[in-house]
């Protein structure tokens, strides 16, 4: 830190900051029309002028020195910013200062006494009105370049331009016509900075942008992946007027993503679950919840009293937050007595938690967001975080726009891969024979840490055997990546002084997806990059806000909250002494064996809480057979769906908006989740749904609120012994481990010693094996399913919005050379086969996929992707092979 000295009054301030910096450290605002802390700065506006050692600057654009005294107050420096805000003033139309107005321009002119009249712009220029989330009003555009910055500086889109020369210059999309058919991908930021209002929500009113959130927004945490956006929640008249990121959200830092900041329609869609419902006759039907909760008590009674408790299984959710997911377990294990409780991550990343733990000891990633973005190279692998994390993927594509060494590997060309210094493609399914091929190298080449491997690693014998048969030649056939790509990524990873690495479902989502996050780690472990500061380690992207968290609580078969394991006599009787009941210890079914359970008559009732397992859980057809073969089945939902149809009562259910909590990112950060409005008509929270069912079958959860059951959960677990509601009200955020309420937490793991019992890291041998399908003459195609930038899971609530506006159909994307070969034709309908099922889909021809692969989403559920997708499911962990099916095309008039 730096002391200076403002209009005669000392601050510190960082080495480094700006004169403007240093002026609002002091409480003196400036105005600043072409400055956004987020941004790089520009000093084109020149309202900002100071005096800086007797020397008249931009304050905006220079660096303070350490003793400068910097003088603001002076009259004519009032007066050059005054006239400055009146030379940008005198251009728009009289509307822009119109009394009321909340922009940040308005602000400043009223603080200098700067009025309508001073506004001599005569207007007509054209409006753009065609985006349903971003509007522009040519008219009031000062082209500050504030907007244009955020989409580079921020974004990385580079979507806007400024166009026309002098005082007609103004914003438009880089692509030229109208701005919904532009490269925006509607993260909001250039409404967020605009500060005239030339910019805006369409409906949400000028000046509301996360500089400006109104006195009474509601912060909270965004429930769509697991980035963990802290939001500001604007409300008006009892309902949603904007959701705004937060400017000191410490994760997203002022950004947000189309998802976060503007689909928040489906809270008010005209088919929002507002009753319970109940089947009679066949037909569900709306009762009241004393009934609806009365039946569920007395059918689960039932169950137990003829099947027993391992006669009930339960499927918790990512979405609801880490207090539900508590509840929901404990209810589980005391009130039924059965350790038959999953959630959703079992059909996305229990290949990490299980990966993880076998090689490092805890099941979260090894580092936090802001380290790993201090890396200088970058190993992403298996993930587009530009569309299914958009802001962790802008902080990534920032890095390596500032010089970061970027390797992407995974099959398409999409998101980062397009600026990657090396693109490895392997063909899908050859993950381990692709990680083994670089560790080959990185051990032929010396280009590992023998200290390390020595002092804190095992293994390194027996990997070092396993990895003589994986040559870059022989994994060059296996993966269809080319030997030199190979050789060139691993020395850029090898020869980096702080590598990381990112990945996403794209190395889980396998037959041999446990295999793959272990020969993935073992790259960290010979570089030293974990547990150092060496090196960033390995980083899982969670799809879902609360995926992490949901398996952090327990709701899972074989570990109690905290991943104690109910095998284990200690960590059962630390729970057992909290709820004053036994604990099973037994291991109970994951989803896929609750749906083998309930086809043969084993199961007798089933709870799914937040999953449409119809639409999202592969091979949908045997899903639906079990629900239909269950004799009870309960659904809490938001929104009618193929599961809710097959339900015999049907819970209405609070979304994130609507509900009190927490959440835990993919980095491990505990927040808050803060209700900003009440859910509608009768729907309730999840937590209090399984509330009111456990008393009426007689049980006491002893938990009356969500702060309540996170305490309680603190007291089961010890790694989050030192977490509560009101500690996370006073700090934030707090990453677990955090086993002490006046520690820190842990952002980085493993810096004296890992988690495994031997304290050492665990390089893992495990052979390349093929994936579960193969293509053949009948079915040449390899399928790979998804995430796109407008839509999340399912899509039930990115549908219910304007959202579909931006993509409305589910495409398949394809090879041209296949597209040919096939008779596909661009924009046409085309029918997929595979060996389970079919869909339909739009085809989009294009250089993204490889030629032999063709990839589509799963947010179009009523196409029918998960009809395709196979059972073969990760041999460790049971979680499916979405990422292999084989498949066949057909003309869509089929």
Known sequence: MIRVEVDGVGVDVPEGASVLSAVAAAGVRLPALCADDRLSPAGSCRTCMVRSDGRLVAACVTAVTAGASVETAADDLTQLRRGAVEVIVSALPPRSLAAGNPSELAHVCRSLGIGPESAHGSGGRDADTSHPYVQLDADLCIACGRCVRMCSDVQGTFALTLVGRGADTVVAPGTGGAWAGSDCVSCGGCVDTCPTGALTQPGAGRGLTSGAAPDGATRTTCGYCGVGCSLDVVVRDGEVAAVLPARDGPVNRGHACVKGRFAYGYRVSPDRLTRPLLRRGGRLEPVDWDTAVGHVAD????????????????????????????????????VIGTNNVDNCSRLCHAPSAAGLVASFGLSGGTDSFDDVEQADCLLVVGANPVEAHPVVGARLLQRALKGADLIVADPRAVGLALHADIHLRPRPGTNVAL?????????????????????????????????????????????????????????????????????????????????????????????????????????????????????????????????????????????????????????????????????????????????????????????????????????????????????????????????????????????????????????????????????????????????????????????????????????????????????????????ERFATADGLAHLAAVAYLPPGEVPDADYPLILVTGRSWAHYNSGSMTRRGDNLDLDSVGHLDIHPDDAAHHGVRDGRPVTVHSRHGQARLVARVGPSTSPGQVFCTFHFPASGVNRLTSGHVDTATSCPEYKVTAVRLADGAE
């Not at 918790?316 to 005391?334: G, V």
């Not at 030293?528 to 390995?538: L, M, N």
């Not at 969500?706 to 677990?717: F, G, Q, Y």
């Open 299 to 334: 059918r689960l009674s039932q169950a137990l009293a003829t099947g027993g408790p391992d006669a009930v299984a339960a499927i918790s959710s990512a979405r609801a937050t880490n207090e539900e997911n508590y509840l929901f377990q404990k209810f589980m294990r005391t």
């Open 435 to 751: 990680f083994h091929g670089l560790a080959h190298v990185l051990i032929a080449e010396g280009l590992v840490d023998s200290p390390f491997l020595r002092d804190r690693a095992r293994g390194l014998p027996e990997l070092t055997d396993l990895l003589a048969d994986y040559p870059p030649d022989r994994v060059a056939a296996i993966t269809g990546v080319p030997v030199a790509d190979l050789i060139g990524a691993a020395r850029l990873y090898g020869r980096a002084a702080r590598p990381a690495i990112v990945y996403g479902l794209g190395v889980t989502e396998h037959l041999h997806g446990t295999d793959g996050v272990r020969s993935l780690a073992n790259l960290a472990i010979l570089r030293g990059a974990v547990g150092t500061e060496r090196g960033f380690g390995v980083n899982p992207l969670r799809g879902q806000n609360n995926v992490q968290g949901a398996s952090d609580m327990g709701a899972l078969p074989d570990l109690l909250p905290g991943y104690g394991k109910v095998t284990d006599p200690v960590a059962r009787a630390r729970a057992e002494g909290v709820w004053n009941v036994p604990v099973p210890a037994r291991p109970g079914l994951r989803i896929p064996e609750m749906f083998a359970a309930a086809r043969s008559g084993a199961l007798q009732a089933l709870w799914v809480m937040g999953e449409d397992v119809c639409a999202t859980d592969p091979d949908t057809q045997n899903v639906a057979r079990a629900l239909d073969a269950c004799p009870f089945v309960v659904v809490s939902e938001l929104f009618p769906s193929e599961t809710a149809e097959r339900a015999d009562v049907v819970l209405p259910a609070a979304s994130w908006l609507e509900k009190d909590g927490t959440f835990v990112n993919f980095d491990r950060r505990f927040q808050r989740v803060r209700p900003a409005v009440g859910p509608p008509g009768e729907a309730r929270s999840d937590f209090a749904a399984v509330q009111a069912v456990a008393t009426a079958m007689g049980g006491d959860l002893g938990c009356a609120t969500p702060s309540d059951a996170l305490a309680e959960c603190a007291r089961v677990a010890p790694l989050f012994a030192g977490i509560s509601h009101a500690r996370l009200e006073r700090d934030g955020a707090v990453a677990w481990p955090c086993p002490d309420a006046a520690g820190p937490g842990t952002p980085k793991l493993y810096r």
